[in-house]
Every structure is written in C-alpha cells, then in structure tokens.
C-alpha cells in the first residue's frame, strides 16, 4: 500500500508497473478521488482539520502533517478488507505514523526527500544571497520544527530511501543505516530519445510542431521546465541568460513548461507588488524581445517528452536543494543539457561527458555556452546520448526496480517489534455465596432466629487482586 497526498506523484509509476508486469496486489491512499486507476486501488483521505493563526509560526507544518496522520488512520479504519503487507509513504507529510496503530506487524518503508539544516554549508535558505533579500529570523527557527514529523518517520520506519546522495547527506547521522539510495526511477515507456528521430542532424530538419509552437526548419529549440517560476529553480537566472541569448541569435524558440506560482520558497514576500515571481523577474530585465518566448503551461507528459526530445538544449537550474524529475527526464529524452554547477546536479552531470554546467549567479557563463550549443547542435549530440545511455543503465525504472524490489523484500523480513494486542478479558464473576443451611420441621414453618449453634458464617472475604511488583510498566497507563 502506497501513501501520498498526491496521485500518482513519486509511487504511481512504480505501483503501475507491480501489478501490470508482475500481478501485484497495489492499493494507494491520497487526498485524491478514489477509484480504480490502471489496476490501482485508490483510496481518498479527508483532512478534518489543520493549522491555524492560533498555532505557533514554527509548529504550523507539524500541525498539519498530524492531521494528515489523523485522515489517513481514520481512512483506513474503515476498511477492515485492506490488509497490506508492506506500507510504503511519502515522509514529508507524515501520513504513515498512526498506520502502525492499524496494522502493528507490518513494516513501513518511508521516501525521505529532505532534511532541514538552516545555514549548513549548502543551505537552501541561505543560496541566494544576490538578491539582496533578508530572511525573517522565525523562518530559520520554523526549519528546526519541520523535520520534526520526518524525525518520527525515521523513528517509526523499518527502512528509508532517498533518490541521491546528496539528499541522504542531510540526513543525522545516527539514521544513516536505516537508509538506502534508490532513485524514484525514470519511466522510459514516456521519456526517450525517440532514436534522433525528433531530433536530426540539422540540416535535414523540416518545419515542426511542439506543444502548440510552430518551429520552422531552421530555427533552434530551448526548452526549460519547472513546476513553479521561483528563485530555488532560479527562473529569473534562466531569463536573464535567455535575454542575452535572444539578443545574439535570433533563430531559436524557447519554450517554457510550467505554471505562474511559486511552487519552493517564499518569494511572494519580496515582490513589491507583483503578483508573481514571473512577472518581477519580466519587470526586471525590460526591455526584453519575448516574440520567440513561449510560455505553454503544464503540457501532458508525452507531448513534454516530445519537447524534450526535440530540443537542442534543456537549459535547468536549482539551489542546493530536492533535484528535479524535469532534468532526469530531459536527460533520458537524449537532451544535452545546460544546467547550474550546483551539489545535486553535479551527482548527476559529468561536465563535457554527459551534459554542461555553469555558476548558477552567471547568467553569461550560461549565455555562452547556450550559443555553442545552438551554432552548432550537431557536435554536442554525444553529450545527449551519453546522458540518456546513463539514465538507461543507474536511473530508469528498469534499473531501479531491482534495487526498490530488494528493498521491500528486505523491509518485509524485518519485525517492527510492535505486535496487536489480545483483547483484555472481562473481570471474573464474584463468586455467589455459599447456600444457607436448610431448616426443616416446625423451625421452617414458624421462621425462628436459629441458635446461637446453628447462626451461618459469613462467606469468606474475596481476595484482592494484587499486580505482582515489576510485572507491568507505569507508564503503560
């Protein structure tokens, strides 16, 4: 049993592929509408309740993460026919802790994506410093109180992963052996190179179409993607460069997957006025020619796919922070990729074998690799394909499987040393009183008191039930 807020997020995939090729058994319990999805089970929990003003700044996600505990005990406690075997959660919303109230002896694997360190030497709070914005103090103090539902899930797991090295390195040291690397796994069915088809050496190019944009034959290709156009994903970087790259090349349609919010961070508080981070950064790098910029919206996975098979670069950036899904699919799309020379995508990225990198605050050092690129695709097609070989061999879910199967099989052999209660017995009947001594004759019929010889004793007093002396725990209630 999968649970998540969200469907199908980072377990859909993988619960798709278990039940298809291997006849599993899979249910998912989210927020979203329940049903049946592709063989999934889904199963929909409903949040009663949340932080309020009321609730200190720093406990508010902590609040929030119990009432998804709550919603989700609640939930399942209605469905006696569900009884997994494995439990597997998405930590950061602390959905899998009051399961094991439910279903004690069955083991719970949790998907740890980050852990909070303010000020750590790759801080995500403090990485952009350029833009001159002051953090509030109770925002580096709230960064202590989030891990506090992730501490729990570390305690209350069997076992836990992350996808990278660099995301594990956050973690305390003292829960290290309870977690493995094992990416979320690329699905290659969607993302892939297509065989070059979409993407010829580019004389042989024709005029093409790509999420909506007409492309004419000569024209070069950007694509960037992210959820939200924020400062963590350094969006207002990526303009700037593609400022600088309009300006010296003209042919070339950049193309832009995403929605206008802010998805990481809190932006909104710095925008004197503007109604999103998108539209500061616009006002900033006016005046600006945006006739070959274009912003799509949220586009369906294989038209994305499409794109990023198209494209002669896949431009991404981010802070030391969770690495995107976006650049591991451009990367399994044969993309060469451009992206910032940042912890995360340094796990991923060998600059001049399988991608590009450039300092994230120099938006020319990106501009100019960008014109490389785009003069002349054709040389940097190895880059491409030595990035989608890479995906195929460590990061697809064909390569993944294996290590996440291992994986549950290891959790499932593991006991949670918590076992279901036997119900507690009712208290044993008082005992009746021994029978009064029967009377016959005269005696009887006449109702005299009896003799001082023939008075009845009273029953024995019954003994108290005494709990032996370290027999029982008093913190046990």
């Not at 394909?385 to 993944?400: F, H, W």
């Amino acid at each position: 049993m999968y649970v998540h807020q969200n469907f199908p997020a980072q377990f859909g995939h993988i619960a798709h592929h278990l039940v298809q090729k291997m006849g599993w058994k899979c249910s998912f319990l989210s927020e979203t509408q329940g049903g049946t999805v592709g063989g999934i089970e889904k199963i929909q929990y409903k949040l009663q309740g949340g932080a309020t003003k009321q609730n200190h700044f720093c406990s508010r996600t902590f609040e929030n993460t119990v009432w998804h505990c709550d919603a989700a005990y609640n939930a399942l406690k209605k469905r006696s026919d569900v009884r997994p075997d494995l439990i597997v959660g998405h930590s950061g919303f602390g959905s899998t802790l009051f399961l094991r109230e439910l279903f004690p002896e069955v083991p719970v694997i949790n998907f740890f994506e980050y852990y909070y360190k303010p000020h750590d030497l790759e801080s995500d709070m403090d990485f952009r410093r350029d833009l001159g914005w002051q953090v509030p103090e109770v925002k580096y103090l709230r960064s202590y109180c989030r891990n506090a539902m992730i501490l729990l899930d570390l305690q209350n797991c069997q076992l836990g992963y992350t996808p990278t090295h660099f995301q594990a390195s956050k973690f305390p040291t003292e829960f290290q052996p309870k977690l493995r690397r094992v990416f979320d796994g690329v699905d290659r069915s969607v993302y892939h190179g297509f065989n070059e088809e979409l993407r010829p050496p580019a004389s042989q190019r024709q005029d093409r179409t790509v999420c909506g944009i007409q492309v004419p034959a000569d024209y070069r290709i950007i694509s960037y993607c992210s959820r939200g156009f924020e400062s963590m994903r350094g969006f207002d970087i990526f303009m700037r460069s593609v400022k600088l790259i309009t300006q010296r090349y003209e042919k070339v349609k950049v193309i832009i997957v995403g929605t206008d919010r802010i998805a990481y961070g809190g932006d909104e508080h710095y925008l004197n006025g503007y109604k999103s981070f998108k539209d500061w950064t616009l006002a900033r790098e006016q005046p600006m020619d945006l006739s070959n910029v274009a912003f799509v919206g949220r586009q369906d996975p294989r038209e994305l796919a499409r794109l990023l098979a198209m494209s002669d670069l896949h431009i991404y950036l981010t802070v030391p922070f969770v690495l995107s899904w976006s650049m591991m699919d451009a990367l399994s799309c044969g993309a060469t990729v451009l992206a910032s020379n940042t912890a995360p995508v340094r796990e991923m990225i060998r600059d001049g074998e399988n991608g590009l990198l450039a300092d994230f605050f120099n938006p020319e050092e990106f501009a100019e690799k960008a014109l490389k690129v785009l003069e002349n695709p054709d040389e940097f097609r190895p880059l491409g394909r030595a990035a989608e070989q890479m995906i195929i061999e460590k990061y697809s879910l064909d390569a993944v499987l294996p290590q996440m199967l291992e994986m549950y099989e290891e959790a499932t052999r593991m006991d949670t040393g918590v076992r279901k209660p036997e119900p507690i017995p009712s208290e044993p009947a008082i005992p009746p009183p021994p029978a009064l001594p029967m009377v016959t004759g005269q005696a009887n019929l006449s109702r005299q008191q009896p003799s001082q010889q023939q008075q009845v004793q009273p029953p024995p007093p019954i003994a108290a039930r005494v709990t032996p002396v370290n027999k029982r725990s008093p913190f046990r209630g």
